[in-house]
Nanobody, 127 residues
Framework: QVELVELGGGLVQAGDSLRLSCVVS????????MGWFRQAPGKERDFVAS???????????DSHDSVKGRFTISRDNAKNTVYLQMNSLKPEDTAVYYC?????????????????WGKGTLVTVSS
C-alpha cells in the first residue's frame, strides 16, 4: 500500500521559514518524480515545486514563479523523503500543502493524472 505523509505544517509569521517533509512508503521511491502542490481556501490546487526521480534521463527541478528564490525542493532517497524548504514566507503562502508522486515527471509538472497524493498539511502565515 502506497502512503505519502506530509509533516511540518503550522502557524508562522510573515518572514519566517518552515520546512515540510513528505515521507513515502510502498513504492520504489528513488524512481519516482515528486512534487509539492498547494491549495488556498476557495482556490484550486496549484503546482509549487517538483524534482525528478532516477528514472529520468536528466535531473530536473522546477518551481512556480511565485516561490522562486524562496522555496527549495529536495529529496533524500535513503530516507524516502522529499522536502520543501520555505523561506521568507508571506501571508499569500497560506494553504494546505500536498505531496505528490508519479513515475512520469510531466504528470507532476501538470498535476494531472498524478498516481499518488498525500492528505496535506496546513501552513498558515500571519501578517
Amino acid at each position: 500500500q502506497v502512503e505519502l505523509v506530509e509533516l511540518g505544517g503550522g502557524l508562522v509569521q510573515a518572514g519566517d521559514s518552515l520546512r515540510l517533509s513528505c515521507v513515502v512508503s510502498g513504492l520504489y521511491f528513488s524512481t519516482y518524480a515528486m512534487g509539492w502542490f498547494r491549495q488556498a481556501p476557495g482556490k484550486e490546487r496549484d503546482f509549487v515545486a517538483s524534482i525528478s526521480g532516477s528514472d529520468g534521463l536528466t535531473f530536473r527541478e522546477d518551481s512556480h514563479d511565485s516561490v522562486k528564490g524562496r522555496f527549495t525542493i529536495s529529496r533524500d532517497n535513503a530516507k524516502n523523503t522529499v522536502y520543501l524548504q520555505m523561506n521568507s514566507l508571506k501571508p499569500e503562502d497560506t494553504a494546505v500543502y500536498y505531496c505528490a508522486a508519479d513515475r512520469r515527471y510531466t504528470e507532476i509538472l501538470s498535476g494531472r493524472g498524478v498516481s499518488y497524493w498525500g492528505k496535506g498539511t496546513l501552513v498558515t502565515v500571519s501578517s
